[in-house]
């Protein structure tokens, strides 16, 4: 049984070993020589993580998805992989899926060491219900080295997410950042009938350094510059009018009606108003970043997008952070979001004056998202903005 709002190993199997290949729950190792085995942690009842039966490939899984922000997963990751490279895994540690196929059988492991020309092992977390949610795999080598990650859609939405990464990291590839890092394409294609990304492995396992506020700015400073700044009223930009056309695609409901109700207020109340624009990474938050000795890490680039008002990125770290790391109630933190956006947007150069109405922008943006991608009917923790962006908005633009 899988844990409620999981990613469920028969959905993944599904996906990474179709037929002719089979998956199954197994238990003790397997001699035949058209199958492998894969453990699943903790447990096939409560599944994580799953990775490669293979001591040094399944302790380096371990490790690196153990990137937490806590000494106590930290420690116990390392843990679990000692566990795992002194031969826990063939004594039982986890549950076993058993994968069966025979030589020539085209499964993603397949797919992927043809397509980077070596041998590889695949490893992947078991995500919480998402819209966007799609097996990300972290791909190793025999020797427990990680070769790189893929991505692989599973559905229009990840298609299309995937596809966005892969143009916004062909355009990071020409810059020259002074202050982050970004991964390299190593391979785009169709697998099957999945889009599959395959991206350089940054070093995000390394000794991390403590990341001064100094640092985060500058490097979001330094993106936002990518292809210059522009400045031009509300009213009548691009930007207006690509929130509205992603509107499109949501379902009617409550939530749409009261996100285009106050996206209507707001343009009448500052659409006259001159706004910055810039590029951002569209979800620029502690998990999807590392602050290390060759520089801060950032992956995970679906939502890069240009001629976004300045500052987006400051505030959806902020808010983020709030929420996740920090388990504010999410109301509340949204209020939040539009009280501190002077101070938030003060390193970007936005004006105090126009602070707030970056803030309502921002709050709108993702209430957009959440209902475009319908997060809500995927199960996602926050997927309804009704409960807690669009009231925030609400509030704010009545003070614009």
């Not at 706004?275 to 990474?281: E, L, N, P, Y």
């Not at 998990?287 to 500052?311: H, I, K, S, Y």
């Not at 995927?378 to 409960?387: D, E, S, V």
Request: with cysteine.
């Amino acid at each position: 049984m899988t844990a409620p709002g999981r990613s469920s190993l028969g959905d993944v199997g599904a996906v990474l070993w179709p037929p002719p290949a089979t998956t199954s729950l197994a238990s003790g190792r397997t001699d035949h020589a058209d199958e492998r085995d894969y453990i699943v942690l903790p447990s096939a009842r409560r599944p994580r993580l799953l990775v490669p039966s293979s001591r040094r490939a399944s302790a380096a899984a371990v490790r690196r998805y153990g990137e937490p922000g806590s000494f106590t997963s930290w420690a116990g990751s390392r843990v679990l992989a000692m566990a795992l490279t002194g031969g826990a895994g063939a004594a039982g540690l986890g549950g076993r899926l058993r994968v069966r196929a025979a030589p020539g059988t085209d499964t993603v492991e397949a797919y992927l060491s043809s397509a980077l020309g070596r041998d590889v092992m695949i490893s992947t977390h078991l995500g919480a219900a998402r819209a966007n949610r799609k097996p990300v795999l972290q791909l190793l080598t025999e020797h427990g080295d990680t070769a790189g990650y893929a991505k692989v859609s599973v559905n229009p939405l990840t298609r299309a997410l995937i596809r966005a990464e892969c143009a916004a990291l062909r355009t990071l590839a020409a810059e020259s950042f002074q202050w982050l890092t970004v991964p390299r394409i190593l391979h785009y294609g169709q697998w099957q009938e999945h889009d599959v990304l395959v991206l350089s492995a940054l070093p995000a396992w390394r000794r991390r350094r403590i990341l001064r506020r100094e640092r985060l700015h500058a490097a979001m400073a330094e993106l936002a510059a990518v292809s210059g700044y522009s400045r031009s009223p509300l009213a009548g930009s691009a930007y207006l009018t690509r929130l509205w056309s992603r509107l499109e695609s949501a379902r009617a409901g409550p939530d749409l009606a009261a996100l285009s109700s106050a996206i209507d207020a707001l343009t009448e109340a500052a659409g006259h108003t001159p706004v910055s624009f810039g590029a951002w990474h569209g979800d620029w938050t502690g998990w999807n970043m590392a602050c290390t000795a060759e520089g801060l890490l950032v992956w995970d680039w679906e939502r890069f997008a240009q001629a976004v008002p300045l500052g987006f990125d400051g505030l959806h770290y902020r808010l983020q952070s709030a929420v996740v790391r920090r388990r504010q109630s999410p109301m509340a933190a949204a209020a939040e979001c539009v009280q501190t956006a002077s101070s938030v947007l003060a390193p970007f150069g936005v004006p105090p004056a126009e602070a707030g109405l970056i803030a309502s922008l921002y709050l709108a943006e993702i209430s957009a998202r959440y209902l475009a991608d319908r997060q809500a009917e995927a199960g996602a923790r926050l997927g309804r903005p009704g409960t807690w962006l669009i009231p925030a908005l609400k509030e704010a633009v009545r003070g614009l």
